[in-house]
């Protein structure tokens, strides 16, 4: 009699791998869609099959950014700099990131490492120029920023960036043309409308300054600089009651803004307001 066999048991199905660039893609996808934990699971799982994979250290400093780890975002983009494949815009994050933390030598070096790699891309010229106005090296700022206008004329952040470093080198009406011209392309730019008024105060017209930031805070009624500037253009033809109704405004909103202590006590004084102007300054 013929013995009998038993039948093998069927073979575990084997998990499904997933190409790396696959995974890379939906990691992405992930956290474009704001899925965090999915993207940063994804990321460690292709960095442990495949150790400074630069796509996924790069995503791994974008996620730790976008929940305020900064210092931790800028050694995931440090690592993804370093490693094989890196391109210039990972460079010019890195340098943004480094910026916002004011470590302006290594942002400098990061922006430039940028712009070497591909120097056909506007934004990071732009942010080479905002790390080089930080660092008070205007001259090259302003170089660097009419070359990303250069390259994209209609940016109108870029105008807004190089009538800034304008007006730091003094060039005041060169900068008013960028500021206006930020506007032009975007009717709706606050931080532009807010500066042009400030610099159009500053060139002695008045009234038209503060046409400009009357309309910036229409704009966006939340807009410190705008109050603070406004005050500052009262304040320059001694409109002391005029300028501290526009420190009391931003103080319904923004009591604890750094700046308004001490020009609050600076028009209180001069209004002879002391016993308020002493209590403004001891709380502050």
């Not at 013929?2 to 992405?28: L, N």
């Not at 930080?134 to 105008?159: F, I, N, T, Y």
């Not at 006590?265 to 300054?281: F, I, K, M, N, Y």
Request: proline share 5%; hydrophobic share 45%; charged share 20%.
């Amino acid at each position: 009699m013929a013995r009998k066999t038993r039948s093998s048991s069927p073979a575990a199905p084997r998990p499904e791998v997933v190409p790396i660039p696959t995974a890379i893609d939906m990691a992405y996808r992930h956290w474009e869609a704001g899925q965090l934990q999915h993207a940063e699971m994804l990321c460690r799982q292709i960095l442990a099959a495949c150790p400074n994979q630069t796509d996924a250290l790069h995503l791994l400093g974008l996620i730790a950014h976008s929940v305020g780890q900064t210092d931790v975002a800028i050694d995931h983009m440090k690592q993804a700099c370093a490693a094989p494949g890196a391109t210039a815009a990972y460079f010019s994050n890195l340098g943004e990131l480094c910026r916002r933390r004011g470590r302006l030598a290594e942002a400098e070096r990061a922006a430039r490492e940028a712009v070497a790699l591909d120097g056909s891309v506007a934004a990071s010229w732009s942010n080479l120029g905002i790390i080089l106005q930080e660092a008070r090296k205007l001259k090259d700022s302003a170089r660097c920023l009419q070359q990303a206008l250069a390259l994209s004329p209609d940016m109108a952040e870029g105008h807004n960036n190089l009538g800034n470093t304008l007006r730091l080198l003094g060039e005041h009406e060169a900068a008013a043309r960028h500021y206006g011209a930020a506007l032009a392309l975007d009717p709706d730019y606050v931080d532009a409308c807010c500066n042009l008024g400030s610099l159009t105060g500053l060139m002695g017209r008045h009234d038209e300054g503060l046409a400009l930031l009357r309309r910036a805070i229409g704009m966006a009624p939340r807009t410190a600089q705008a109050y603070l500037n406004a005050a500052d253009l009262e304040i320059s033809r001694d409109r002391w009651s005029e300028a501290l109704g526009w420190l009391d405004a931003l103080h319904d909103f923004d009591p604890a803004h750094p700046a308004l202590p001490a020009a609050r006590a600076r028009a209180l004084l001069r209004l002879g307001r002391l016993d308020e102007a002493r209590s403004t300054a001891e709380a502050a």
